[in-house]
């Protein structure tokens, strides 16, 4: 039943994240990422965060009513060692700041298929997002409007 809601959870990301309708933004800019890696070194997650860490450029967070949804890119061992063909892709939400952290993965080969199609979009959403020199120009107009 729950590995049914998970992947029906999964789905709808990435439906709602190929119609921009979801506002997904890089991990390194979440306010409260330290307490996130504090929950992960405390055995919050589905791996050891002891030998395995969070890429953080290659991870996401979205914010929705008092609750996060993180998709987090891991990498296990040592970076320069392993290869990045073992990384996986974890999904884990925080439904308010009085929960812990839930991780919604099980690390099957399908599940990760679909994560790594939720990730590619959500890099797209930034890409098209951000997309230069547009947002440089935009910027550079607003600084002048200033007043």
Same mark, same amino acid.
């Given at each position: 039943m729950m590995a049914e809601q998970v992947e029906f959870f999964i789905e709808g990301l990435i439906e709602k994240t190929k119609e921009k309708k =979801?506002?997904?933004?890089? &991990?390194? $800019? &979440?306010?409260?990422?330290?307490?996130? +890696?504090?929950e992960l070194e405390n055995g919050r997650g589905?791996? @050891?965060? /002891?030998?395995? $860490? +969070?890429? #953080?450029?290659?991870?996401?967070? %979205?914010?929705? /009513?008092?609750?996060?949804?993180f998709l987090f890119e891991i990498y296990h061992g040592d970076p320069e060692v392993t290869s990045? $063909?073992?990384?996986?892709i974890g999904l884990m939400v925080k439904i308010n700041s009085v929960l812990p952290l839930? @991780?919604?993965?099980y690390n099957n080969e399908e599940e990760q #298929? $679909? %994560? #790594?199609? =939720?990730? %590619?979009?959500? #890099?797209?959403? =930034?890409e098209e997002k951000y997309c230069y020199p547009d947002v440089l120009y935009n910027f550079m107009h607003q600084v002048l409007k200033m007043e």
């Open positions: =979801l506002d997904w933004q890089p &991990f390194s $800019a &979440f306010k409260g990422k330290r307490d996130i +890696i504090v589905t791996f @050891d965060y /002891g030998v395995n $860490a +969070i890429r #953080e450029s290659n991870s996401y967070f %979205l914010e929705s /009513g008092d609750g996060f949804v990045p $063909a073992m990384d996986t839930d @991780d919604l993965t #298929e $679909a %994560l #790594e199609k =939720l990730k %590619l979009l959500i #890099e797209n959403y =930034l």
